[in-house]
């Protein structure tokens, strides 16, 4: 199994700061990495696939980058809609694996 | 515009079965793979079980193979989750979501059923 690690699992940040989120697969998952972005209570919401490729509707703060074992998620000017759980998602085996969450929170 | 609705969870006792389900709308079903994701209170996500666009192809985690069953019925635009010998481990907010295209991750997702595994 693909095994997939973030980091940091809390982050805590202010509106308009740049924000970086790591995710590391224990093999390499080539660019099959998609990022969802959890609020409490509601589904996972699809932000990311393909490893950089943003779904329709995101907003261009968001970006994704990386291939192999290693990603980022990066918010560019964190907004305050943004405040959530995000997630990543390797596809490249089965069985498809998420990694633990990373919470973004108001500093 | 596309929904998944899912319904079926509750209360049950160790040992016992119940079956999830999920009525699809704003897209041609019988074209997609659908998915299968659980979220046990307060953890992380987890994907328990993949069904191809016939049917006929099925992949589960080891932790749920041989206890759930997935499945579907394109007539009906629903995707189902039978749950056989229920854990309390098995306890979560089960989501139903579709794969995208030729790939597997999940562009939409349903609002979740919570199923809770006590005595």
């Known amino acids: 199994d693909i095994q997939m690690t973030q980091s940091p699992s809390t982050l805590s940040a202010s509106v308009g700061d740049r924000v970086t989120i790591t995710c590391r697969a224990s093999?390499?998952?080539?660019?099959?990495l998609a990022w969802y972005q959890q609020k409490p209570g509601k589904a996972p919401k699809l932000l990311i696939y393909?490893?950089?490729t943003l779904e329709n509707g995101v907003p261009s703060r968001f970006s994704g980058s990386g291939s192999g074992t290693e990603f980022t998620l990066t918010i560019s000017s964190l907004q305050p809609d943004d405040f959530a759980t995000y997630y990543c998602?390797?596809?490249?085996?089965?069985?498809?694996?998420f990694g633990g969450g990373t919470k973004v929170e108001i500093k | 515009e596309v929904q998944l609705v899912e319904s079926g969870g509750g209360l049950v006792q160790p040992g016992g079965s119940l079956r999830l389900s999920c009525a699809v709308s704003?897209?041609?079903?019988?074209?997609?793979?659908m998915t299968w994701v659980r979220q046990a209170p307060g953890k992380g996500l987890e994907w328990v079980a993949d069904?191809?666009?016939?049917?006929?192809?099925?992949y589960y985690v080891e932790s749920v193979k041989g206890r759930f069953t997935i499945s579907r019925d394109n007539t009906k635009n629903s995707l189902f989750l039978q749950m056989d010998s229920l854990r309390v481990e098995d306890t979560a907010v089960y989501y139903c979501?579709?794969?995208?295209?030729?790939?597997?991750?999940?562009?939409?997702w349903g609002q979740g059923t919570l199923v809770t595994v006590s005595s």
């Open positions: 093999q390499s998952s080539f660019a099959w």
């Open positions: 704003g897209f041609t079903f019988s074209n997609y793979w």
């Open positions: 998602q390797q596809y490249y085996l089965y069985p498809l694996t």
């Open positions: 979501g579709r794969d995208s295209g030729s790939y597997r991750y999940f562009d939409f």
């Open positions: 393909k490893a950089s």
């Open positions: 069904v191809s666009q016939d049917g006929r192809t099925v």
